[in-house]
Nanobody, 123 residues
Framework: QVQLVESGGGLVQAGGSLRLSCAAS????????MGWFRQAPGKEREVVAT????????TYQDSVKGRFTISRDNAKATVLLQMNSLKPEDTAVYYC????????????????WGKGTLVTVSS
């Protein structure tokens, strides 16, 4: 079965950096679009960044542009999210997501989810 396993979350001070990693198995990784979502307490899950199966096209939520970078390694079936200049408002559970549709615009385009990793940014 499909598995997406996130790692790299933790506690960091504001202004710091974290790198999230997602290891995928059970699917043809090089043919699916990937994304990172996050969900803060009391809020809806929101898309943070996406990357197409070719790795050519990326999208970012406005609040993370210039601070976060999504990338993928199809040979290793992994997708990364480099997060710099972290802010307290980035605190959330971050989820890895895979979709077989042409694009990932929201949760409705996701076919597979990881279990999430918690990122806490202290002020």
């Amino acid at each position: 079965q499909v598995q997406l396993v996130e790692s790299g979350g933790g506690l960091v001070q504001a202004g710091g950096s974290l790198r999230l990693s997602c290891a995928a198995s059970g699917l043809t990784f090089s043919r699916v679009n990937m994304g990172w979502f996050r969900q803060a307490p009391g809020k809806e899950r929101e898309v943070v960044a996406t990357i197409t199966w070719t790795g050519i096209t990326t999208t970012y939520q406005d609040s993370v542009k210039g601070r976060f970078t999504i990338s993928r390694d199809n040979a290793k079936a992994t997708v990364l999210l480099q997060m710099n200049s972290l802010k307290p408002e980035d605190t959330a559970v971050y989820y890895c997501a895979a979709g077989i549709r042409p694009t990932i615009r929201g949760a409705y385009d996701v076919d597979y989810w990881g279990k999430g990793t918690l990122v806490t940014v202290s002020s």
